[in-house]
């Protein structure tokens, strides 16, 4: 199996490979590797220990592993498998003080044995998720010396290179993933490496592979319904991403990702009332910023700004309180400062940080962004390109480089991003797509028509 083709055509890109949100704005962008998929994902022994626990839930299970700790404080496994269950927790809740809980019995069984898989692949599910992917790439090649035959260690590693900007080592090291197990983990990713790559058929069909392969979890199954509603989504293809969100909801009801996504359903449709309540529901299940946003952003679109106004509010004591818990929000707190015009030096400081620490197309986008906010259109535009080498189908990123270029009085340009823009997606964000119409048509380019998908 290949990985990454080339958009339109489909022919293979330099390594051929088969066939990866997040997101901390209402776009869901920029959206990250998937999170319980081989980076977070709990092990085979994880699972046995979960099927052992009365409802197989995540809260039953981290008090099983606690007793079995208790009665044999020197077993290495158990610590190991904790730690992955406080990671899991963390995911279902939202609550970024599981981190600290899960460093802690990881490190205990480092500690007790150094080189176990387990222990390696947990803490670096926790090094991705508070961000630190050169730990968490670090972690995923040691455990890849002691064990190369495991594919869940190519996940780590994989998701650590997408994260950094790597993208070819990141084909590489997917490809070995595929070839060796070809399942739910390796089929997500894989779309994910081809939507960066802008191939949007492809990304299509290997989510759908991911989807067909199913999940331990009924979790992750929905999880890759929800990826590929948002594929849909953000192409513009209203009526399909709904179908896939109310699956993920009929497999698994109130799942907040698939709540959150038919939110944007609703509010694309300007049902906003509808948006609200479900956007209400998701945050009230896992109040994670990205939903916040989402929610700030259609009470702003309503006509609320009083409300909106406190959604904001709120999305500044989650990223302290993440901050608290050893999450690095840089990147996703630049975009967010930007995109509402608050504290806009403090952004652009962030974004440089971020992008440092993470120089991937997304990175650099979010620094162009916030260098045009505070004025600097000539060092915007070359992140702008540098965001769009890929070749990534990204409305967000098409608007932010029209923006830029109209700044810099490159007038053709500008109109060539928009129109790309809203031909990808007229929906594509709240807060920007009036302003992409207006230019367009101040620019002299025909808006493309809003029912032609």
Same mark, same amino acid.
């Given at each position: 199996?290949?990985?990454?083709?080339?958009?339109?055509?489909?022919?293979?890109?330099?390594?051929? *490979?088969?066939?990866?949100?997040?997101?901390?704005?209402?776009?869901?962008?920029?959206?990250?590797?998937?999170?319980?998929?081989?980076?977070?994902?709990?092990?085979?022994?994880?699972?046995?220990?979960?099927?052992?626990?009365?409802?197989?839930?995540?809260?039953?299970?981290?008090?099983?592993?606690?007793?079995?700790?208790?009665?044999?404080?020197?077993?290495?496994?158990?610590?190991?498998?904790?730690?992955?269950?406080?990671?899991?927790?963390?995911?279902?809740?939202?609550?970024?003080?599981?981190?600290?809980?899960?460093?802690?019995? $990881?490190?205990?069984?480092?500690?007790?044995?150094?080189?176990?898989?387990?222990?390696?692949?947990?803490?670096?599910?926790?090094?991705?998720?508070?961000?630190?992917?050169?730990?968490?790439?670090?972690?995923?090649?040691?455990?890849?010396?002691?064990?190369?035959?495991?594919?869940?260690?190519?996940?780590?590693?994989?998701?650590?290179?997408?994260?950094?900007?790597?993208?070819?080592?990141?084909?590489?090291?997917?490809?070995?993933?595929?070839?060796?197990?070809?399942?739910?983990?390796?089929?997500?990713?894989?779309?994910?490496?081809?939507?960066?790559?802008?191939?949007?058929?492809?990304?299509?069909?290997?989510?759908?592979?991911?989807?067909?392969?199913?999940?331990?979890?009924?979790?992750?199954?929905?999880?890759?319904?929800?990826?590929?509603?948002?594929?849909?989504?953000?192409?513009?293809?209203?009526?399909?991403?709904?179908?896939?969100?109310?699956?993920? $909801?009929?497999?698994?009801?109130?799942?907040?990702?698939?709540?959150?996504?038919?939110?944007?359903?609703?509010?694309?449709?300007?049902?906003?009332?509808?948006?609200?309540?479900?956007?209400?529901?998701?945050?009230?299940?896992?109040?994670?910023?990205?939903?916040?946003?989402?929610?700030?952003?259609?009470?702003?679109?309503?006509?609320?700004?009083?409300?909106?106004?406190?959604?904001?509010?709120?999305?500044?004591?989650?990223?302290?309180?993440?901050?608290?818990?050893?999450?690095?929000?840089?990147?996703?707190?630049?975009?967010?400062?930007?995109?509402?015009?608050?504290?806009?030096?403090?952004?652009?400081?962030?974004?440089?940080?971020?992008?440092?620490?993470?120089?991937?197309?997304?990175?650099?986008?979010? *620094?162009?962004?916030?260098?045009?906010?505070?004025?600097?259109?000539?060092?915007?535009?070359?992140?702008?390109?540098?965001?769009?080498?890929?070749?990534?189908?990204?409305?967000?990123?098409?608007?932010?480089?029209?923006?830029?270029?109209?700044?810099?009085?490159?007038?053709?340009?500008?109109?060539?991003?928009?129109?790309?823009? *809203?031909?990808?997606?007229?929906?594509?964000?709240? $807060?920007?797509?009036?302003?992409?119409?207006?230019?367009?048509?101040?620019?002299?380019?025909?808006?493309?028509?809003?029912?032609?998908?």
């Amino acid at each position: 199996m290949h990985i990454v083709r080339s958009a339109g055509n489909l022919q293979l890109w330099a390594f051929a *490979l088969l066939i990866v949100a997040g997101a901390f704005t209402i776009v869901t962008y920029p959206r990250s590797v998937p999170p319980q998929l081989g980076s977070v994902q709990p092990g085979d022994q994880l699972q046995a220990a979960a099927q052992q626990s009365r409802g197989n839930k995540t809260e039953q299970m981290i008090w099983t592993l606690q007793e079995r700790i208790r009665r044999r404080p020197t077993h290495v496994e158990s610590y190991a498998l904790l730690g992955g269950a406080y990671l899991q927790r963390a995911r279902e809740t939202g609550d970024s003080s599981f981190y600290n809980q899960a460093d802690a019995v $990881l490190d205990e069984a480092l500690k007790r044995d150094p080189q176990h898989l387990e222990a390696l692949l947990g803490k670096g599910a926790l090094a991705m998720a508070r961000h630190e992917f050169r730990e968490a790439l670090a972690l995923g090649e040691q455990a890849r010396q002691l064990h190369p035959d495991v594919p869940r260690v190519y996940g780590v590693i994989g998701d650590a290179q997408i994260e950094l900007g790597l993208y070819d080592a990141a084909v590489e090291t997917i490809q070995t993933m595929v070839d060796l197990r070809p399942d739910l983990g390796s089929y997500s990713r894989v779309s994910y490496l081809r939507e960066l790559h802008g191939d949007l058929p492809g990304a299509i069909e290997a989510m759908q592979q991911a989807i067909r392969a199913g999940g331990s979890t009924a979790e992750n199954s929905q999880w890759v319904r929800v990826q590929l509603g948002n594929l849909y989504f953000n192409h513009g293809e209203l009526g399909t991403a709904e179908t896939h969100y109310a699956a993920a $909801l009929a497999g698994l009801p109130d799942y907040v990702p698939a709540l959150a996504g038919l939110a944007r359903v609703r509010a694309a449709q300007q049902r906003y009332d509808e948006a609200i309540k479900l956007l209400n529901a998701a945050t009230q299940r896992v109040p994670l910023a990205e939903y916040v946003i989402a929610l700030g952003d259609v009470y702003a679109r309503s006509g609320d700004k009083q409300q909106a106004e406190q959604q904001y509010e709120l999305v500044k004591a989650i990223d302290k309180l993440a901050a608290s818990n050893g999450v690095n929000t840089d990147l996703e707190t630049a975009l967010f400062l930007a995109d509402h015009d608050i504290e806009l030096q403090a952004s652009l400081a962030k974004a440089r940080a971020a992008y440092a620490a993470r120089p991937s197309i997304h990175s650099a986008d979010v *620094l162009a962004w916030t260098l045009f906010k505070t004025g600097d259109y000539a060092a915007a535009e070359q992140y702008a390109a540098e965001a769009l080498r890929l070749g990534t189908q990204d409305p967000l990123k098409l608007f932010h480089a029209g923006m830029i270029a109209t700044a810099r009085g490159h007038d053709e340009q500008a109109r060539t991003y928009l129109l790309q823009a *809203l031909q990808l997606n007229p929906h594509f964000s709240l $807060l920007y797509q009036d302003q992409a119409v207006s230019l367009l048509r101040k620019l002299g380019g025909t808006v493309p028509s809003v029912g032609s998908k």
